[in-house]
């Protein structure tokens, strides 16, 4: 595989196990609050977009309680919900590895900007990325915006960058933006439904990811 400049990430369920807190507290906020609770499925097709946006996708027919829900969704996931958010296996070794090999590493995820400081710092993943861009910066996915914006930061053409993520929102937003993509299975959507948007590869953990980008394990 060609050799990249900059390789951008996805934050939750590419880097982060959140995908079923996610769904528990979408789930949760909407029990709460006596409207119809979304199935998984509906919740996982949401995941990436802003917290407005994807409100808004799951109760159309509730806009006077949008900011409410909105508000109960942040509750229940900071405070409620104890669902937990491990990291992927890998994941660091493979932030590690790019970072010594001169790549850019970049974040672009559907958070709000105080929730993804929150974690990058619990985790402590926030010194390996150069740059991140969240649902406060740019239109939500799958608009381009981020990335177009991530590009324009780090002076990288769109061919010399790759996307990672673990929705169809993720690659409609690379494929969008002209970027290269590639999905990884353990999150939202499933690898037949990442293959629709023509990945470079869908990888199922990080140990394969790292041998499509052409890296090899770290011992600890």
């Not at 050799?3 to 949760?28: A, E, H, Y």
């Not at 405070?79 to 974040?107: H, R, S, W, Y």
């Amino acid at each position: 595989m060609k050799q990249f400049r900059l390789v951008i990430f996805d934050w939750d369920g590419t880097i982060m196990d959140s995908v079923p807190k996610i769904v528990n507290c979408l789930r949760g906020t909407a029990a709460m609050h006596n409207v119809p609770v979304p199935s998984s499925w509906q919740v996982k097709n949401v995941i990436g977009m802003s917290l407005a946006k994807a409100v808004a996708v799951l109760f159309p027919e509730h806009t006077e309680l949008h900011p409410v829900l909105m508000s109960g969704y942040k509750q229940q996931y900071r405070e409620l919900d104890n669902t937990e958010t491990p990291l992927f296996t890998g994941v660091e070794n493979t932030l590690k590895q790019l970072k010594a090999n001169g790549i850019l590493l970049a974040i672009a995820t559907g958070k709000g900007r105080d929730g993804l400081e929150r974690l990058m710092t619990s985790s402590q993943l926030k010194r390996y990325f150069n740059v991140t861009r969240c649902a406060d910066d740019a239109n939500s996915k799958p608009a381009p915006d981020m990335l177009e914006q991530i590009l324009a930061y780090c002076h990288i053409k769109p061919e010399e960058a790759v996307m990672i993520g673990d929705s169809q929102l993720d690659m409609a937003m690379a494929e969008a933006a002209g970027v290269a993509r590639i999905g990884v299975s353990f999150g939202a959507h499933s690898a037949a439904q990442l293959n629709t948007f023509a990945p470079l590869a869908v990888v199922d953990s990080y140990a394969e990811l790292n041998a499509v980008l052409g890296l090899t394990e770290l011992v600890e």
